[in-house]
């Protein structure tokens, strides 16, 4: 079975850090492009970026500001998406997403969802 698993959200002051992971199950990384996203309440859902083999990591967003970094854990077959300097408007549900090899900023390009990840920011 194909799948994602979002782990690494909860609860963080502002300011701080948080480590988010995406571990595939019988998805190769290799030949998949991992996208990450997120959506706040009442919000639609946004691209953040996304890290493939031949794009490597795609930056989507300038509203964050480069405060994330895109990764992949080869060993465990996951896809890593750190935050750094956590803002409260960075409270949002974050799902990573698979497409076929490539990266794309289009949502919809992206088949297979993870559950998502809540992550809230307080100050």
């Known amino acids: 079975q194909r799948q994602l698993v979002e782990s690494g959200g909860g609860s963080v002051q502002a300011g701080g850090s948080l480590n988010l992971s995406c571990a595939a199950s019988?998805?190769?990384?290799?030949?998949?492009?991992i996208g990450w996203f997120r959506q706040a309440p009442g919000k639609g859902r946004k691209a953040i970026g996304c890290?493939?083999?031949?794009?490597?990591?795609?930056r989507y967003e300038d509203w964050m500001g480069g405060r994330f970094t895109i990764s992949r854990d080869n060993g465990e077959n996951t896809v890593l998406l750190q935050i750094n300097n956590l803002l409260p408007e960075d409270s949002a549900v974050y799902f990573c997403?698979?497409?076929?090899?490539?990266?794309?900023?289009?949502?919809?390009?992206?088949?297979?969802w993870g559950q998502g990840t809540q992550v809230t920011v307080s100050s």
């Open positions: 997403a698979q497409r076929m090899y490539r990266c794309s900023r289009d949502i919809g390009a992206y088949g297979i």
């Open positions: 890290i493939s083999r031949s794009d490597g990591t795609m």
């Open positions: 019988g998805i190769e990384l290799d030949y998949n492009a």
